[in-house]
T-cell receptor
Framework: LAKTTQPISMDSYEGQEVNITCSHN???????ITWYQQFPSQGPRFIIQ???TKVTNEVASLFIPADRKSSTLSLPRVSLSDTAVYYC?????????????FGAGTRLAVHP | DAMVIQNPRYQVTQFGKPVTLSCSQT?????MYWYQQKSSQAPKLLFH???????NEADTPDNFQSRRPNTSFCFLDIRSPGLGDAAMYLC???????????FGPGTRLTVT
């Protein structure tokens, strides 16, 4: 299982774009990159998933370089409500046994 | 509409007194997971069911058991809770073994 490395914490201000980078040097061919968000006293919530290049949804964008050894979650124009822990995970989404291993995550604090 | 429901949200039990946490889902997903999350730590997978097939993580203590009587319900039984078992217990579901898991709000367990 590929291990992920993320910054422990980040600070930002309302209205700014936030980019959180995750390293996954030993990602496997079948692994997808998935990001979750967790607010205090709540379960994690799926944000976005990608395999390569760029993925965008209504919440975030995910940038994945050609070698796939890292990925960057981009949150456009953050607000105070984006203060949360963000987890980067890699896992096989091809139908084989999939176990999500949560790393330490990145604590994002958005300030007024 | 609630999709993954956990009851109760808060549970207090005494040291050594068996306790059962429950999870139900309205998504008709094949897979149900139980995670343990201690304060300021990442969620840790305890076990999961793929339909009726039970998959235990190697480092999950024997003190933790699970039952899945039907597709919609899954239970976590802690046979003899210790002080170290105080944590948030998260239930999640997924369609097949995809990376997108739907988490419930969690049950916070206190052991006195």
């Amino acid at each position: 299982l590929a291990k992920t490395t993320q910054p422990i914490s980040m600070d930002s201000y309302e209205g700014q774009e936030v980019n959180i980078t995750c390293s996954h040097n030993n990602i496997a061919t079948n692994d997808y990159i998935t990001w979750y968000q967790q607010f205090p006293s709540q379960g994690p919530r799926f944000i976005i998933q990608g395999y390569k290049t760029k993925v965008t949804n209504e919440v975030a964008s995910l940038f994945i370089p050609a070698d796939r050894k890292s990925s960057t979650l981009s949150l456009p124009r953050v607000s105070l409500s984006d203060t949360a822990v963000y987890y980067c995970l890699v896992g096989d989404d091809s139908g084989g046994y999939n176990k999500l291993i949560f790393g330490a995550g990145t604590r994002l604090a958005v300030h007024p | 509409d609630a999709m993954v429901i956990q009851n109760p949200r808060y549970q207090v039990t005494q040291f050594g007194k068996p306790v059962t946490l429950s999870c139900s889902q309205t998504l008709n997903h094949n897979v149900m997971y139980w995670y343990q999350q201690k304060s300021s730590q990442a969620p840790k997978l305890l076990f999961h069911y793929y339909d009726k097939d039970f998959n235990n993580e190697a480092d999950t203590p024997d003190n933790f058991q699970s039952r899945r009587p039907n597709t919609s319900f899954c239970f976590l039984d802690i046979r003899s809770p210790g002080l170290g078992d105080a944590a948030m217990y998260l239930c999640a579901t997924s369609r097949g073994q995809e990376n997108e898991q739907y988490f419930g709000p969690g049950t916070r367990l206190t052991v006195t």
